[in-house]
């Protein structure tokens, strides 16, 4: 099970190691898988054009394309469909 959606995180190579992103500068909207739910707040996601995942706050993860703050977040209810963490044989990626 995962979720169809959209994010508007910046992806940099100093938080993640990848990406072409600048930390705290507005980033494109880009549509996102998530993955994971660890039952808090972090969630792993896949990035359209980007390889391997990303454990990013859910607050960043909506449901329709647009900004935080304009457009709604997934629910605890949709949320809680998903797994606590990955398969074992998906790489693990650094937290934010």
């Known amino acids: 099970m995962?979720?169809?959606g959209f994010t508007d995180y910046p992806f940099s190579e100093q938080?993640?190691?990848r990406g072409?992103?600048?930390p705290r500068q507005q980033a494109p909207i880009?549509?996102?898988e998530v993955l994971t739910w660890d039952r808090n707040k972090y969630v792993d996601v896949r990035v359209e054009g980007f390889e391997g995942t990303f454990n990013i706050k859910a607050g960043y993860c909506y449901n329709e394309a647009g900004r935080c703050g304009d457009v709604p977040t997934f629910t605890l209810a949709e949320l809680?469909?998903?797994p606590?963490?990955?398969p074992e044989d998906e790489p693990?990626?650094?937290a934010i």
Do not use: K, M, N, V
Request: aromatic share 4%.
């Open 2 to 4: 995962s979720l169809s």
């Open 15 to 17: 938080e993640f190691g």
């Open 20 to 22: 072409p992103d600048t």
């Open 30 to 32: 880009r549509a996102i």
């Open 80 to 82: 809680e469909t998903l």
């Open 84 to 86: 606590r963490s990955l």
């Open 92 to 94: 693990q990626s650094l």
